[in-house]
């Protein structure tokens, strides 16, 4: 506490008593920006001795309002001063090691992408079908760009599709998120590449190169919440060592998932950025520039996106509810989220799904409800705390309310089957739904495994992580509570001050936590959480609350020693992962593997060079997108599943693996204009799968026959009367002869070409019994 007296100055004129209390108060402020860096509390001090009956003094040293800092030093926290010229050595040491860090990240998986298939050695056959499932799907665009005459008669085939879905003509820059192959396509045309590079190899190296951008997105979160780049060196070794559990991009590369969330990573650098109370007023429209372009190539990349900023308007809304954020800050974050989905919709041309999606509706529900109930924010604990549940109610069903509405205006059901899932999933609804049972019964959908917990473990991350978040929940808990309080005298305002909590630090815990839950529900939402969690992390060891709080409660907490732990701390613990997987890293990096599918070669050998071009290719939608890819046939459906008429026609095509009759069977693949079926070993006699979840046990239950094996079956099912069409086509029998002719075969696949139909006979002893 500084005093300024006539008695203390008693030499000292008036004037020179007002000028020494004023620079005495300017002293005071800037001590207290100094201290702000201490997320949970910036007026907290920051000095002390092993006794706590010693007063402790604010720190003194200057700083300079930057990006990367709360003040300019090194660990951004004030502990000690730091001259301009140091300043710049430690941000351009932290910027290099951020760039050299996410240079290794690439180099890693495209170096194990290389070893695990010999892609360089491949043919190009084998090249396109190493693309497995959807990825083929997406990568074709890519290339039917590239093969176009132009770049406007390829986006006019784009526009006019009449190949990926058989009888109908789409459009698939508005059906799909497809815009980032149509991008590269035009970009690799007007550069001087073709000479150097070929164009499958500038599209992985693209995809590589955003896993390098999402590293240093992390690398610069941990940095702007910590204030040492420490933190973010430690964010990006964690991310390579956790390689199996933050990205599976090295093997399907063309996923959509692996273009948005580098996008989404810096969304939430940005988001940390803009709520970092020192930013000037330029700073910030630089910020929320920012937010909205990532926010919108990241919409504009993956069609789950409506689902995460969901998830993050519901982060929003919480701390709007705490009084963590202000007025203007909440305002912009949601209406950040409704410009990129609007921008989304422009895009792709006027699409309806977005329109409909739930993170629009709650968005404009919140913002709404927010506006109109001015007095949320007003009363006494219990007042308020009532309110905030009144007005959360209020919110969802207005939510609910307005997805309806605009649901049955718009006549949309293209995501119909997710909802059908989750309700699925929770035991919410019926479990024999076909297109619901399809992602229950893939491990990707599932829970998170316990195996991932210890995998996190074992790199050190899973122990830092869980005492951070543990402690700020706490804290932030302590720091609602006092907010949702009426404020008072003196001594309510010296309790704010202690109960402070940056919105940066609150946002970053609060998605770590609802993103956490979201991948423990489902495990292929993990990408999301454990790229985010190492960040996490990495400021509970870097950062000062963690280690201030230790320090007070052994009545140590000294500047020198709080800072020589929050940098000894995370340095040996990066020595001991350096010791412990740098070899292990190495020997993944140099174990060789080898390509080798012949099967699907001859078969992607056969249809190019045997059939028709234009003609039309009915199977699973796995295989189909390799066609699509490897020979430019016709589809009749495929896995971008994001259409309700596509969805039930693939369903009806999957017929093929259920017990119908030939007939059933055949006139299903003339309405949808097949010519070639191609049936799969591995499917019609699947063992991956549990009872109950293979293939053809989803078609009998969809259909209400028995499944097969042994095991229970529900009382309603009755026995079909035709055996599996798969098995009995492989017969020869004359009723399958007379209407499918048999072209190709090897031991993975059969195709058969279908014939126009036979004359309805007065005879049926020719057809096979039913198979039990």
Not at 121 to 137: A, K, P, W, Y
Not at 556 to 581: E, S
Not at 656 to 663: K, L, Q
Request: glycine fraction near 6%; include cysteine; proline fraction near 4%.
């Amino acid at each position: 506490m500084y005093l300024c007296s006539a008695h203390q100055r008693g030499q000292e004129s008036v004037d020179d008593l007002r000028f020494s209390c004023a620079m005495a108060s300017r002293r005071r402020v800037k001590a207290k920006r100094a201290e702000s860096s201490l997320g949970i509390s910036p007026h907290a001090p920051a000095e002390g001795t092993c006794s706590s009956n010693r007063r402790t003094e604010p720190a003194r040293g200057r700083g300079v309002a930057s990006p990367l800092g709360r003040s300019a030093s090194f660990s951004g926290s004030g502990i000690l001063p730091r001259w301009p010229w140091q300043q710049r050595v430690t941000m351009a040491a932290g910027l290099f090691l951020a760039g050299l860090l996410a240079a290794a990240q690439a180099w890693c998986v495209n170096a194990i992408h290389e070893n695990l298939l010999w892609f360089s050695q491949l043919t190009e056959v084998e090249r396109e079908i190493s693309f497995r499932t959807e990825c083929g799907l997406y990568y074709s665009y890519y290339k039917q760009m590239l093969q176009a005459p132009s770049i406007q008669e390829g986006l006019s085939e784009l526009i006019h599709d009449n190949l990926t879905e058989s009888r109908r003509t789409i459009n698939l820059l508005q059906r799909m998120n497809i815009y980032q192959e149509v991008f590269l396509s035009i970009l690799y045309r007007l550069l001087p590449l073709q000479a150097y590079l070929e164009p499958v190899y500038f599209y992985i190296y693209t995809v590589f190169s955003l896993q390098a951008v999402y590293v240093i997105a992390l690398y610069l979160t941990a940095w702007l919440l910590s204030g040492s780049w420490l933190a973010g060196t430690l964010t990006g070794v964690w991310y390579i060592l956790n390689r199996v559990d933050t990205t599976r991009v090295e093997f399907t590369i063309s996923l959509r998932e692996n273009w948005s969330l580098p996008f989404f990573a810096l969304q939430v650098t940005a988001i940390t950025c803009y709520l970092r109370p020192q930013l000037s007023t330029f700073q910030q429209k630089v910020m929320v520039w920012l937010m909205y372009v990532t926010t919108l190539c990241f919409c504009l990349t993956w069609q789950f996106n409506q689902f995460i900023l969901l998830v993050q308007a519901l982060v929003i809304y919480t701390l709007d509810c705490g009084d963590l954020l202000t007025t203007t800050q909440v305002t912009t974050l949601y209406l950040v989220q409704v410009s990129g989905l609007l921008s989304v919709w422009l895009l792709q041309f006027c699409n309806s799904m977005i329109l409909g999606s739930l993170a629009l509706s709650f968005v404009v529900a919140a913002l709404f409800v927010r506006h109109w109930q001015s007095a949320l924010k007003t009363g006494g604990l219990l007042v308020r705390l009532a309110r905030v549940l009144l007005h959360s109610v209020l919110v969802l069903l207005l939510t609910f309310i307005i997805n309806y509405l605009t649901k049955k205006a718009l006549q949309l059901r293209s995501d119909e089957h997710i909802f059908k899932f989750i309700k699925s999933k929770f035991a919410l609804g019926p479990t024999r739904d076909f297109d619901a049972s399809l992602y229950l019964c893939e491990e990707a959908f599932g829970r998170l495994p316990l195996d991932t917990m210890e995998r996190l473990a074992g790199t050190l991350l899973l122990y830092p992580y869980i005492p951070t978040v543990l402690l700020l929940s706490g804290t932030l808990a302590v720091a609602v509570l006092h907010n949702l309080r009426p404020k008072g005298g003196a001594a309510d305002e010296k309790r704010g001050a202690a109960a402070a909590f940056r919105p940066d630090v609150a946002y970053n815990l609060l998605h770590t936590v609802l993103y956490g839950l979201l991948a423990f529900s489902t495990m292929r939402m993990k990408y999301i959480w454990t790229g985010h969690m190492c960040a996490v992390a990495a400021y509970g060891v870097c950062g000062t609350e963690l280690w201030t709080l230790l320090l007070r409660a052994l009545r140590c907490d000294t500047k020198v020693l709080l800072r020589f732990v929050r940098y000894a701390v995370p340095l040996l613990m990066m020595g001991w992962l350096y010791y412990k997987f740098w070899p292990k890293l190495m020997e993944e990096l140099s174990e060789l593997r080898e390509f080798y599918d012949p099967d699907t070669v001859e078969l992607m050998t056969w249809i190019s060079t045997k059939t028709p071009k234009q003609a039309v290719f009915a199977g699973s939608m796995q295989l189909l997108a390799g066609i699509k890819l490897c020979t430019g046939r016709v589809l009749t459906n495929h896995p971008h599943y994001e259409d309700k008429d596509l969805r039930e026609r693939t369903r009806q095509v999957y017929q093929v693996y259920a017990r119908r009759s030939p007939e059933e069977v055949h006139g299903i693949l003339r309405a949808v204009g097949a010519d070639y079926m191609v049936l799969e070993n591995s499917i019609c006699y699947e063992r991956r799968h549990r009872r109950g979840c293979r293939l053809r046990d989803l078609l009998d239950l969809a259909n209400g026959h028995i499944m097969d094996g042994p095991g229970e079956n529900d009382p309603d099912l009755i026995p079909a009367s035709h055996p599996r069409f798969c098995e009995a086509i492989k017969t020869d029998a004359e009723a399958y002869t007379a209407l499918f002719t048999k072209t190709f075969q090897n031991k993975t696949f059969y195709v058969y070409r279908l014939k126009k139909k036979r004359k309805k006979s007065a005879k049926t002893s020719s057809e096979p019994g039913a198979k039990q």
